[in-house]
Each structure stands twice: as C-alpha cells, then as structure tokens.
C-alpha cells in the first residue's frame, strides 16, 4: 500500500491483494458448487459492480450469466431504512434458474432479506447469496449467506464499489472515512 492515502480515507480496512485472495476462495467454492450447472449472477447495483466484475473473472468451471438490479434503501445516508424500492429490475426470467446474488455488503441485512424472499418468489430452482463484506453487529436480521469474504466492525467504509454520495467506490481497497467527511 502506497504512503499516500487520501486525505478522506482514515484506515484501510481491507487491502486489494486480501480482497483479491479472498474472491480466489469464494470462487473455488461457487465451483465446486455449481459445477456442471448454469449460473445467473444478480450484481445489486451499483456497490456490487467490483465484486461481480473480479469474482465472476475468477469462475472456472462454471457457465454464468450475468444481470443485475437496483434497489434503494439508503438515499445519500449511511443508515438503512428497511424500506426497499426497485429502481432497476432484472431482465432476466428466474423460472427454474440457478441464482447467485452478489452482494458488496451486508449491514443491517434488510435490503438482502427482502431481495431475498422478491426474488425466492420468482421461482428459482436455487438461490444463494455471496457478499464481500457482512458487518455482524449491525445486522437485525437472520440471514443464510453461503459465500461471505470479510466480517467487519460496525463502521461505514468505502472503497471497492461502496461510495459515500457517490464518491469512493473506484478505490481499489475498502477503507473508512475521515470524521471531517461526514461533518461537511
Ligand atoms: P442493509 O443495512 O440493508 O444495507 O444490509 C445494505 C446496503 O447498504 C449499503 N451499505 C453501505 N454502503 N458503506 C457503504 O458504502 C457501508 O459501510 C455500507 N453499509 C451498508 C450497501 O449498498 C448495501 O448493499
Ligand atoms: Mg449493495
């Protein structure tokens, strides 16, 4: 990691290389898996792009198709509301479909719980769920996740696909903000 973090990234929660070895063993799971199967990754727009893009790469055995969604639960803030609306739905039909959802994060576990059960309704032969971060002690909700990359601490990060009003998500590690970011 270079010396020169910007100034509104106060620690680096996960560096790119843990990032990327942590995808290789998610991915050598799904594998194993789905081996044999197809596969339709749902990406839920926009924080699931970077963990789409490098995880689907890293499947090699695996046949996949790709769609994505968007919901909202957050606004511009850092607080789930519970309330999920569907901004962008699949195009994908999910009758019989073997269905992965890939997820950036897990925070309350609301939008998940909902997108899980909107989903399960479409008739898919399989849903799974694969999430590059889960914060434990934030999540109000029982929630059966197969593939997860890194547990961490309740704290808004940013960084690999996870903005704050947008800005952020190019940063090729997950890192949390600087106090004086929220403050402005
Ligand atoms: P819930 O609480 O419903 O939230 O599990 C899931 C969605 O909220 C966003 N989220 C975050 N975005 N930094 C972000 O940039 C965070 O620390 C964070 N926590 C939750 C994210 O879109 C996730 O899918
Ligand atoms: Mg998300």
């Not at 997108?115 to 399989?126: D, E, H, T, Y």
């Not at 434990?136 to 903005?163: C, R, S």
Request: one cysteine or more; glycine letters at 8%; proline letters at 3%.
């Amino acid at each position: 990691m270079g010396s020169a973090l910007p100034n509104d990234i106060d620690h680096v929660l996960l560096t790119e290389e843990q990032i990327s070895s942590k995808l290789e063993e998610m991915a050598a799971q799904i594998d194993a898996d789905y081996a044999g199967k197809d596969l339709l990754l749902v990406g839920v727009l926009k924080g699931a792009v970077m963990v789409m893009a490098d995880l689907s790469r890293k499947l090699q055995h695996t046949t996949v198709a790709m769609d994505w969604m968007a919901v909202s639960s957050y606004g511009s803030g850092t607080k789930s509301s519970g309330v999920v609306r569907i901004l962008k739905d699949l195009d994908a039909d999910l009758e019989g479909r073997h269905v992965l959802i890939v997820e950036d994060i897990i925070d309350s576990g609301l939008t998940l719980s909902w997108l899980m059960s909107n989903l399960r309704s479409r008739g898919c032969a399989s849903l799974e769920v694969a999430a590059m971060l889960r914060k434990p002690d934030a999540m109000k909700v029982e929630l059966d996740v197969k593939y997860i990359g890194y547990d961490i601490p309740n704290e808004f990060v940013v960084g690999y696909g996870l903005d704050y009003a947008e800005k952020y998500r190019t940063l090729p590690y997950v890192g949390t903000l600087a106090p004086h970011v929220y403050e402005n």
